[in-house]
């Protein structure tokens, strides 16, 4: 009997680390107008991940041309990764890089973060 209970009290504890790992606490982050593309500033490419959502559902750069892919979790422990790109960041940093093939690249969050974690993806466009 005393296993089981020990078993249960382990099973909530991890899921509400889960949970709280996503949740961190911080105040919602301002939400922007998910449905047009990121701006860029320069060279910049700024993608925030708040729980369970990025700040735009699609971010543009131009093929052949360097820029800096930016990365920031403002709410909860986020990370990203590039389907097909050698981008894996799984905390707060900045990446320089060029992409000579143009397409569209997925964008997802590669820190097991809570229950939308699946849902979290967007896309890199490159023209």
Do not use: R
């Amino acid at each position: 009997m005393n296993k089981k209970w020990g078993l249960l009290v382990s099973s909530v504890a991890l899921s509400a680390m889960l949970i709280t790992a996503c949740g961190g606490g911080k105040e919602q982050a301002a939400s922007t107008d998910a449905a047009a593309p990121a701006a860029t500033t320069g060279t910049q490419v700024n993608i925030e991940a708040s729980n369970w959502k990025f700040n735009q559902e699609t971010f543009e750069v131009k093929a052949g041309e360097e820029f800096t892919l930016n990365f920031k979790s403002t709410e909860g422990f986020h990370g990203i990764g590039i389907q097909g790109l050698d981008v894996d960041m799984q905390k707060d940093g900045s990446k320089t890089m060029k992409i000579d093939t143009a397409g569209e690249y997925t964008i997802f969050c590669n820190v097991i973060c809570g229950p939308d974690h699946g849902k979290m993806v967007a896309k890199l466009v490159v023209k």
